[in-house]
C-alpha cells in the first residue's frame, strides 16, 4: 500500500476495486465534498451503502485522511470523461476537500487547508508523474453533473507550486460572444477548441446545455470571475492561451 506521510490518520474506506487493466494514475482530481464537516463526510465515504469513495480527504484545517490506496480504484468520479476516457476512476487518484459547497454557502477554503492539498498533490503528481494538463476538477470531468470544487478554489496557487495547469485569465470585457441556442461554425470552431483541451463535448454547430455547462467548468477553472455559461471574449481567449501554454 502507498502511504503517504502526510497523512495524519488512515480510515480505509470498503468501497474499492482493482483499476482496469492495473492502470497506472496519470490524473489528479480534486472534489469538495458538499457536506457539514469532514467527519460525516468519512463516514459517508466508508458507508458501504453510499458506494462513494476516495483516495484522500482533507479537512477544514488541513488534516489529512488517507482512505484508499493509491493503487487501488476508488469511487469519486462517477459518470465522467476526459479525452475519450470513460473510466476515470481508474486512472485518477481522488482528492476530497471538506466544504459544504454552493448549496450551503460555499465558503473560501481556509489557508491551512490549502497548504495541506497544496503539499499533497504536490506528493501525488511526483509519485505518479501527473502532468499539468491532467490536474482537474471534478466538474471538468462531469460538466452537466458537477461544479465542484468550484470558482473559489484557487487553482493559481496550486499552479506557483509547480501543480496542475494555469495561465493568467483574460480580463472580463464584454466583447463578442456566443451563449445558448446559438448555433453555426463559431459555434463548432469553439466546440473544436474545447474538445482538443480535454473536455467531452459534442462538434455539432449547436450551442446546447452541455456546450454551456462545459464552458461553466471552464470558467470555474480557469476564468472563475464570472461564471456565466456564456463563451465571451475572456473566455475564449482565456482557453487559446491554454491551449498554447
Known sequence: MIRSGLASRFVL????????????????????????????????????????????????????????????????????????????????????????????????????????????????????????????????????????????????LLHAQGIGHWVQPEPVAGGPFLQLGDTGKSVEALQVLFKKYGYSIEINGTYDALMQAVVRAFQRHFRPALVDGVADTSTVATLHRLLTA
Open 13 to 156: 474506506s470498503p468501497n474499492v476495486g482493482p483499476r482496469r487493466n492495473d492502470q497506472r494514475p496519470d490524473m489528479l482530481l480534486l472534489h469538495y465534498t458538499g457536506m457539514d464537516d469532514a467527519e460525516r463526510a468519512c463516514e459517508w465515504l466508508c458507508d458501504p451503502k453510499s458506494k462513494v469513495s476516495c483516495h484522500y480527504l482533507i479537512d477544514e484545517l488541513g488534516a489529512i485522511t488517507q482512505m484508499v490506496d493509491e493503487g487501488l480504484r476508488a469511487w469519486h468520479a462517477g459518470t465522467s470523461s476526459w479525452k475519450g476516457d470513460d473510466d476515470i476512476n481508474s486512472c485518477a487518484v481522488g482528492i476530497e476537500i471538506q466544504n459544504p459547497g454552493h448549496t450551503a454557502g460555499y465558503p473560501d477554503f481556509p489557508w491551512a487547508q490549502m497548504m495541506a492539498v497544496v503539499a499533497l498533490c504536490r506528493e501525488v503528481v511526483a509519485r505518479h508523474d501527473i502532468q499539468g494538463s491532467r490536474v482537474l476538477a471534478h466538474s471538468d470531468v462531469a460538466p452537466l453533473r458537477k461544479i465542484d470544487p468550484g470558482e473559489k478554489f484557487d487553482w493559481a
